[in-house]
Each structure stands twice: as C-alpha cells, then as structure tokens.
C-alpha cells in the first residue's frame, strides 16, 4: 500500500445515518457524535464511535459508569483492509458487534478536500436493509484538553 493513498490518516466522525428502504433517515447513534476512523499505511484501520453523551456519569465512578452505558450507543471494530478503486474492505478482526468479528465489511467512499464519506453496502437491521452513510473530516493533529 503506497503511503500517499489520500485515505490514510486520521479522520473525526461528524455524522452517521441510515436510510431505509423506503427512504426514510435515521440516526443510530444520535445526531451529537464522537468518534475517529484511523487508516495506516501498514494495512490497518480502526474506527470508534458513540453518542457523544454515552453514559455520562458527573463523578466518573466507573461502577456508576458500568451502569450508565448503553450497548446500542458504541460502536468500534479494528483489523486489516484493502483498497481497490472507490471500494475498501475492512476486514474485521475485533469488533464490539459480534457478529461483525471475522466478517469483511465493504464501503464505497468519496474524499473531497479533507472530508470523507463512507457509504456501506444493505445492513441487515429487523425486516429492513437500510444503506449507510458516514461523513467524515480530516484531522491533522492531536489537540489535547486542557
């Protein structure tokens, strides 16, 4: 894989939605998301994502926390991948979904300037197929909390 691929870096989720068959869009994950998408040049990607208020615990005991985090708000899986035109495969090793572990997770993407989108092929959700569509940013450099 050549480093100057344009997907590899670090980029921060600014949206994620699915559309239903019958066109109607969702939010998953709600509308207020943190998460990042890593690809390298060795391979390997990593993607991690939530609700941005995820199990919010003011005092940050981690038995209220335990408590507090809902299942269906988290969302990371890690592994190899491989590019080959618009597509890439995630193939995924370690995911938080079990049924994705072991699974190849195909995506069609689009970079414009620093933005990133990701559409997924059908997921299987209930009765439906919906497609979904993630966008993200580019993020050159760490900037920490102060």
Same mark, same amino acid.
């Not at 991948?81 to 195909?106: A, C, K």
């Given at each position: 894989?050549?480093?100057?691929?344009?997907?590899?870096?670090?980029?921060?989720?600014?949206?994620?939605?699915?559309?239903?068959?019958?066109?109607?869009?969702?939010?998953?994950? /709600? *509308?207020?998301?943190? +998460?990042? @998408?890593?690809?390298? #040049?060795?391979?390997?990607?990593?993607?991690? %994502? =939530?609700?941005?208020?995820? /199990? *919010?615990?003011?005092? +940050?005991? @981690?038995?209220?926390? #335990?408590?507090?985090?809902?299942?269906?708000? %988290? =969302?990371?899986?890690?592994?190899?991948?491989?590019?080959? +035109?618009?597509?890439?495969?995630?193939?995924?090793?370690?995911?938080?979904?079990?049924?994705?572990?072991?699974?190849?997770?195909?995506?069609?993407?689009?970079?414009?300037?620093?933005?990133?989108?990701?559409?997924?092929?059908?997921?299987?959700?209930?009765?439906?197929?919906?497609?979904?569509?993630?966008?993200?940013?580019?993020?050159?450099?760490?900037?920490?909390?102060?």
């Amino acid at each position: 894989m050549s480093a100057a691929h344009p997907l590899i870096g670090s980029w921060r989720l600014d949206a994620f939605e699915l559309q239903a068959t019958d066109g109607t869009i969702s939010h998953p994950y /709600g *509308e207020d998301l943190a +998460g990042y @998408l890593f690809y390298n #040049a060795d391979g390997f990607m990593s993607a991690a %994502f =939530m609700n941005a208020h995820r /199990g *919010e615990v003011p005092d +940050g005991e @981690l038995g209220a926390a #335990a408590q507090a985090s809902s299942y269906d708000q %988290f =969302m990371a899986y890690t592994g190899p991948y491989e590019i080959n +035109g618009d597509r890439i495969r995630h193939f995924v090793e370690v995911s938080s979904l079990e049924v994705w572990t072991g699974t190849i997770q195909e995506r069609w993407f689009k970079i414009s300037g620093d933005r990133l989108e990701l559409l997924t092929a059908a997921l299987s959700v209930g009765n439906d197929a919906p497609v979904g569509r993630l966008a993200w940013t580019r993020v050159e450099r760490a900037v920490f909390p102060r």
